[in-house]
């Protein structure tokens, strides 16, 4: 009777975790849905991960409106190793549980957007460091090469243009 008390309350743990961590990503904007999801495309693409990892939560974000559809965006949020190993159909949708005993993986993003969609150029950030291995000099660097990614307003604007 106990075990079956234990069971129920530990798949009930794990359903609320599930829930409340795609929640949070549910609650991103659109625009940072984009960033997470590059960043997810390419940890999982690397050849040393064999579990998928799922985005797990915020940590700083920060946005600024530039004007005419503009936008420059910097996330810094954590990956989290789930259950699924690589290759699993439909990861990112399917209910993979996260896993404890791997450590989470840091990223920042950078990236300018038009209209909502993610600009080429300047070419996005993408920085991911497993949690115990980021520094703070690594965090001073991203924070460095984002704030230089000429994002300036100096270009030339709309109302430059001669008609």
């Not at 961590?21 to 997470?36: A, I, P, R």
């Not at 699924?84 to 159909?89: A, I, L, P, S, Y």
Request: include cysteine; aromatic fraction near 12%.
């Amino acid at each position: 009777m106990a075990l079956l008390l234990y069971v129920v309350l530990f798949g009930a743990g794990v359903l609320l975790t599930f829930t409340e961590v795609q929640g949070s990503f549910s609650k991103l904007s659109d625009t940072n849905k984009k960033g997470v999801e590059q960043a997810l495309q390419q940890v999982n693409a690397h050849e040393g991960i064999q579990h998928y990892f799922l985005f797990f939560k915020t940590i700083q974000q920060s946005q600024i409106e530039a004007g005419f559809g503009v936008t420059y965006i910097y996330h810094n949020f954590y990956l989290k190793a789930t259950k699924c190993k690589k290759g699993t159909e439909n990861a990112d949708t399917a209910k993979c549980a996260f896993r404890n005993d791997r450590p989470l993986i840091d990223c920042a993003i950078c990236y300018k957007t038009y209209a909502g969609e993610i600009e080429a150029e300047p070419k996005p950030y993408v920085n991911c460091v497993h949690k115990p291995a980021l520094t703070e000099d690594m965090k001073t660097t991203r924070m460095d090469h984002c704030n230089k990614m000429g994002y300036g307003s100096g270009s030339p604007t709309l109302l430059a243009t001669k008609s």
